[in-house]
């Protein structure tokens, strides 16, 4: 059992950077793929990024490539989204998620753990 508490979400200028932080408690973190959704009003949740549970692989959806860096640390069980470059459209609630076995292109259903989420608010 693996529970993930998401947290520095916040309001923030476009153009401007926020970092997220996923801190998880339970055993087996280190054995686990982490990723991060996020999910605007009216939309369904969308895949942003993974990282497998040695950080040695990472996968990112198109529209935040090159803007947004996953990383993970597995002394402090803790995974991180740092966001650059942020647009009004990046606006939503970003979500955390661990999956016991390494596919970046899994849906969201097909995660195992589910954090309760974090608001980002990018003004315009």
């Known amino acids: 059992q693996v529970q993930l508490e998401e947290s520095g979400g916040g309001l923030v200028q476009a153009g401007g950077s926020l970092s997220l932080s996923c801190a998880a408690s339970?055993?087996?973190?280190?054995?686990?793929?982490m990723g991060w959704f996020r999910q605007a009003p009216g939309k369904e949740r969308e895949f942003v990024a993974v990282?497998?549970?040695?950080?040695?692989?990472?996968y990112y959806a198109d529209s935040v490539k090159g803007r947004f860096t996953i990383s993970r640390d597995s002394a402090k069980n803790t995974v991180y989204l740092q966001m650059n470059s942020l647009k009004p459209e990046d606006t939503a609630v970003y979500y955390c998620?661990?999956?016991?076995?390494?596919?970046?292109?899994?849906?969201?259903?097909?995660?195992?753990?589910w954090g309760q989420g974090t608001q980002v608010t990018v003004s315009s």
């Open positions: 990282i497998s549970w040695s950080g040695g692989s990472t």
């Open positions: 998620a661990a999956r016991s076995t390494w596919n970046p292109v899994a849906r969201v259903n097909e995660y195992d753990y």
């Open positions: 339970g055993r087996g973190f280190s054995r686990y793929a």
